[in-house]
């Protein structure tokens, strides 16, 4: 009766903490609009819980997520004035994230006017993104949409009800991305499984299940549990990210500060070094005693511990499986960590799960043998190569130049022709069997692995290897490209108003001319007439990199750049020293901003309530604008370029 107890405690957790996110919502919505001829007013009114809040639209940099409006296409109307709030935000200390900040409480509107650019019907469509806390816990940010039709033929006061999850133009993009990521970690759980430190393991711990017990069905139920637990833990690990245990900024830190890109490389070579045989990463064995001691209790808390133990052993070779998947997902927030290592989880528990269930398949199990140190020397190679991207993160970031984008590519080509020659058998580690012929399946994992090698050699002679974009260093101005008469025939063109400052450590992609400092570009587009171009980007924005590689090499999206516009490129994490004289204190948080990135941070979230890269603003010489998030389709991001406001 204890143990029935205990499973069915357990199981309301579970549920419980898996579905909160996604049904607690204390904050509702609801939207209307008035118009008089060719000027709207736009109504966004949120309806608050008592004990919860609601954020400003602006807020300091390293806080929460402000409450911000995003609208599908703003070529369809301009801002008249700046957005307000009924009330006003109150200011108060925020325990949670240990800063002065504004937020609302009850109830507030926030309202909008535009003026019209047609006469004809006009729908404008959108989504407010917000972020809701209380004195204990902050919800993942959250999207509401809304929809406004204007000069219809019975022009009438709208409202809808909130809807919440992404608006329609952004819900393929964000589905298709978290389905992807997902998968990912489904195989990356899968993988682990067949790595030396777990793959023994199963034999040992399905038979924790079925020895000394006659009864079948209490057997598969403690298997069932164990499976259950296993996944619990590793959902339970993201869900710290997931809820900001580790800070609202986690993902910011993670993938600009030199810190943990530093010790995060550093993990990746020490478990590289080991899986290649130089030596073995073991627990402290006080910890793997006291949760083994656990599980001999048997019943449904022994495979609890079971489950607890059978992941910390396993650390230490799904420690950089787990380690990636974390730095991805916190990149990107939300309950993106908790539904990644939930899928790893899963995947994870999947085969001791069945086995436990079936026992009698473990005889179809290959034995371990020499093919699991293979795999193990596979990982290490691959290890290596992706610890390269947090050294590499570090130099750009702080503009060292020690890891260019030739040195980069040189040292993963190096490695996967290495990882091919040991596929032929070519290289041997110490812990490896003989190889007295080369099997099929290793074959055409060499063919696979020297294809790759060719394709990694070519970027050396300025192809542009849009496959890994987002893990490799953008060419610097001075690469050799083999699209470059294609693609760069026409930038020289432009003609700039003066040097652009920074221009010696910072550049723009496919080397377009322009401008690193704001208010020095927006003085050239000016002086010339032009509206300006300016992308928000970052040197780790792993997106930015795709985008460059993808979108902004369309020659005709070029051509109308270099003609048009004056471009500006602000980096959002560079750390250059701005003059003294420069250095000034922000409205929005308080704080002195004495680098680029942070002025320039301190920008995007200034005047476009955001703080996501890479994030594209074309502002007319009248001010008008538009704006445009991350895209891959390089016919969006070449109308988005050609349709400017009038």
């Known amino acids: 009766m204890r143990t029935n107890k205990f499973l069915l405690t357990f199981a309301l957790l579970l549920a419980s903490f898996v579905l909160s996110a996604q049904m607690v919502e204390p904050i509702k919505w609801s939207f209307s609009s008035e118009q008089n001829r060719n000027e709207a007013e736009l109504s966004f009114k949120a309806t608050i819980e008592n004990d919860w809040h609601l954020y400003d639209v602006r807020l300091p940099e390293g806080g929460p997520i402000a409450t911000s409006i995003h609208y599908a296409d703003s070529s369809l109307f301009e801002f008249i004035g700046e957005i307000t709030t009924i009330p006003k935000a109150e200011e108060h200390f925020d325990e949670t994230f240990q800063m002065t900040l504004r937020y609302f409480s009850n109830e507030v509107e926030i309202k909008q006017k535009l003026k019209l650019k047609s006469d004809g019907p006009v729908e404008i469509k959108g989504h407010v993104e917000f972020m809701g806390c209380n004195d204990e816990t902050c919800l993942p940010p959250n999207e509401a949409d809304f929809s406004f039709s204007f000069n219809t033929e019975k022009q009438e006061k709208t409202a809808a009800r909130q809807t919440s ?51 079948r069905g209490k057997a598969i139920s403690t298997g069932l549990f164990f499976g259950l637990s296993i996944v619990f833990i590793y959902t339970l690990l993201g869900a710290l990210f997931s809820f900001g245990v580790f800070g609202p900024n986690a993902g910011n830190i993670l993938s600009t500060h030199w810190i943990p890109n530093l010790v995060f490389f550093l993990l990746f070579l020490i478990f590289a070094i080991s899986f290649l045989g130089a030596f073995e990463i073991v627990l402290p064995s006080s910890l793997v005693n006291k949760t083994d001691a656990k599980a001999d209790k048997g019943g449904f808390v022994g495979a609890f511990f079971m489950a607890l133990t059978t992941v910390i052993v396993s650390f230490s070779c799904t420690g950089p499986f787990v380690g990636a ?55 290490a190679f691959i290890l290596m190569a992706f610890g390269m991207k947090f050294l590499s993160n570090i130099d750009q970031v702080y503009g060292l130049g020690l890891i260019s984008r030739e040195i980069y590519i040189t040292i993963w080509t190096v490695l996967f022709f290495l990882l091919g020659m040991y596929f032929l058998g ?132 070029l051509k109308l750049l270099n003609e048009n516009y004056v471009v500006i490129g602000l980096y959002t994490d560079d750390r250059t020293s701005l003059p003294e004289e420069e250095w000034y204190t922000s409205e929005l948080d308080g704080k002195e901003k004495n680098t680029l990135g942070k002025k320039n941070l301190d920008i995007l979230i200034s005047r476009y309530q955001t703080n996501s890269i890479p994030f594209h603003a074309i502002i007319q010489p009248d001010g008008t604008q538009k704006t445009l998030g991350v895209t891959f389709d390089a016919n969006e991001f070449r109308e988005f370029v050609r349709n400017r406001p009038n």
């Open 426 to 557: 070519k290289i041997k580690f110490s812990h490896d069997s003989d190889l007295p012929f080369i099997s099929v399946p290793r074959l055409i994992l060499a063919i696979v692995t020297f294809s790759f090698t060719i394709y990694l050699f070519t970027g050396l002679f300025g192809a542009s290897l849009n496959g890994i974009s987002s893990l490799i260093p953008p060419p610097s101005p001075h690469t050799f490209s083999m699209q470059q008469n294609v693609v760069k025939g026409n930038t020289d063109s432009a003609e700039l108003c003066g040097p652009a400052r920074y221009a010696g450590t910072l550049h723009l992609p496919q080397s377009l001319p322009g401008y690193f400092d704001f208010e020095q570009g927006m003085d050239c587009a000016r002086e010339q007439g032009k509206p300006a171009f300016v992308v928000f980007k970052g040197h780790a924005c792993a997106n930015c990199k795709k985008m460059e590689s993808s979108v902004w090499t369309d020659p005709e999206t």
């Open 325 to 379: 998947l974390i730095i991805e997902a916190v990149q990107v927030g939300g309950l993106r960590p908790m539904l990644g290592m939930f899928a790893f989880g899963l995947a994870f528990a999947t085969p001791f799960t069945l086995l436990a269930v079936f026992p009698s398949a473990m005889k179809k199990l290959p034995k371990s043998g020499g093919w699991l140190n293979a795999v193990k020397v596979v990982f």
């Open 165 to 215: 999850g992404p608006s329609p133009d952004n819900a393929p993009v964000k589905s298709q991305g978290m389905w992807i990521f997902l998968l990912v970690s489904l195989l990356a759980g899968l993988a682990a499984v067949v790595t030396p430190c777990v793959f023994p393991m199963i034999p040992m711990t399905v038979s924790f299940f079925i020895r000394g017990s006659e009864n």
